[in-house]
């Protein structure tokens, strides 16, 4: 059993050896110990991160990538990292074509990553410039009570105009977020969410060469309308990494063997999403409660992401391509035009579209072979969308349309990269890509496929 003693030894020796590190410590028969959890007891003194530097991107920890959106800027005052986050009304961009009047911090949706150090203090200025009452919680950290920010609970309401000052030291890492706990139901629904990411002081595992962070998200956003509606319970139509929609998501881009971490962060009003990387197999290495040792991780392909929880991941970037990273459910994988219309899969059309299009002008008749062609149709110019509103699925590949939107990113793996930026899309060898089979293939293999129509 871990016993709050224990927890003190485990503690106070990662501290004192530096690189000893919080997980998988081992005795000195190397066994496994007990895993070490974090401190619960935050009024308990901390000497372990009394006189601490702040820590510095470059020589304590190598930053986050937040795609589509960056982190919170900071300064040092007096030891105490500062730092300013101003919640704002904020017209946001999903994707081209699809733009909404949200609520957000410095200008941004979702807010900007807060990124810190263990064991550094903090000092967070929120300002509010939103037309309600607000208030920020700290979701995950272990802090004092009174900067927990429940309005109401451990805080008065931060009412329009006013500043708060909240202030703790850092005493866990991991990926965690910060969101409004003020009429969490309209203003969560708004956009009021970002990540926070601790780096740790003493890192136990190799520091990742490409760290990324992505905030899930899920709204209602009615064709037509440009506010997002915090009433919807269960009918969402926009889904979002870092409040971007696929074809909106900035790829992700790494060099061959670079060291990856991905962590993901729900904060949607209802849904799960199971996100799914392809080409890789990977264990979760942390969620929002802290390391998982090793000896407990598993490989795994998809990582199923809760409302209130964050997951990070770790695999080496050994496999150069354009693989998808998406949420498995299909219909998050779906954008905002459509979803409530009868079923006409199967469906023979016949004169249909002429006899209408009498009435209705450029009418087209969709989905009796499926959805897939819905953006095609859009992009060439075939059938509209009515005004800010975007079809139902994706955008342009490199071979032909992909049939994908909402929750849907990209990794892009190269050797030779010369930056970052994004590279394009992937040239593969010659003869690595499925394509059409040859009638001496089949002849060769014994294939006999049937000519007649289905
Ligand atoms: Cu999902």
Redesign the pocket.
């Known amino acids: 059993m871990f016993t709050r003693r224990k927890f003190i030894t485990t503690s106070s020796v990662a501290f004192a050896g530096g690189a000893t590190g919080l997980a998988n410590a081992r005795d000195a028969r190397g066994k496994p110990e007990s895993v070490p959890r974090q401190d619960k007891s935050y009024s308990r003194s901390l000497p372990a991160y009394e006189g601490l530097a702040p820590g510095q991107p470059g020589r304590d920890y190598t930053p986050v990538i937040t795609p589509n959106n960056q982190s919170l800027p900071w300064k040092v005052v007096d030891g105490v990292k500062v730092y300013h986050l101003i919640a704002e009304p904020v017209d946001h961009e999903f994707a081209p074509g699809l733009k909404a009047k949200c609520w957000g911090y410095n200008g941004r949706v979702h807010g900007p990553t807060i990124e810190a150090v263990e064991g550094d203090k903090v000092r967070i200025y929120v300002t509010n410039k939103l037309p309600a009452g607000t208030s920020v919680h700290w979701h995950g950290l272990l802090l004092p009570n009174g900067m927990d920010g429940v309005a109401g609970l451990n805080q008065k309401i931060i009412r329009p105009g006013e500043t708060f000052k909240y202030e703790f030291t850092l005493v866990q890492h991991g990926t965690h977020m910060y969101h409004s706990h003020h009429d969490e139901m309209t203003q969560i629904a708004l956009g009021t969410t970002g990540p926070l990411v601790i780096h740790p002081r003493n890192p136990s595992r190799p520091r990742p060469d490409r760290d990324f962070v992505f905030m ?1 998200h ?1 709204w209602r956003i009615d064709v037509g309308t440009s506010r997002p509606n915090p009433n919807e319970m269960t009918d969402f139509n926009i ?1 979002t990494f870092n409040a971007r929609s696929f074809p909106g998501t900035a790829p992700m881009v790494a060099r061959l063997d670079d060291r990856m971490r991905i962590r993901l962060i729900n904060l949607g009003a209802m ?5 799914h990387l392809h080409g890789y197999q990977f264990p979760i290495v942390e969620t929002d409660g802290g390391q998982i040792p090793e000896s407990a991780q598993q490989l795994e392909t998809s990582v199923l992401t809760a409302v209130g929880q964050s997951r990070a991941f770790e695999f080496t970037a050994n496999e150069p391509g354009d693989w998808a990273m998406h ?3 299909t219909h ?1 994988v779906m954008n905002q035009m459509g979803h409530d219309f009868p079923n006409l899969i199967g469906m023979q059309a016949g004169d249909l579209d002429q006899q209408i299009g009498s009435l209705l002008p450029g009418y087209m008749t969709m989905g009796t072979d499926g959805m897939g062609e819905h953006g095609m149709h859009v992009q060439s110019g075939h059938m509209q969308v009515p005004k800010n509103s975007i079809p139902m699925v994706g955008g342009p590949g490199p071979f032909d349309y992909i049939t994908m939107g909402g ?1 849907f990113t990209i990794l892009k793996v190269r050797e030779n990269l010369a930056s970052y930026d994004d590279p394009g899309w992937y040239e593969y060898p010659q003869g690595t890509v499925a394509s059409l089979a040859s009638d001496s293939d089949l002849r060769r293999d014994g294939i006999q496929v049937a000519r007649s129509q289905p």
């Not at 849904?271 to 996100?275: D, G, L, M, T, V």
């Open positions: 899930l899920e889904f849904s799960h999403h199971p996100i949420c498995h459910m998050h929750l």
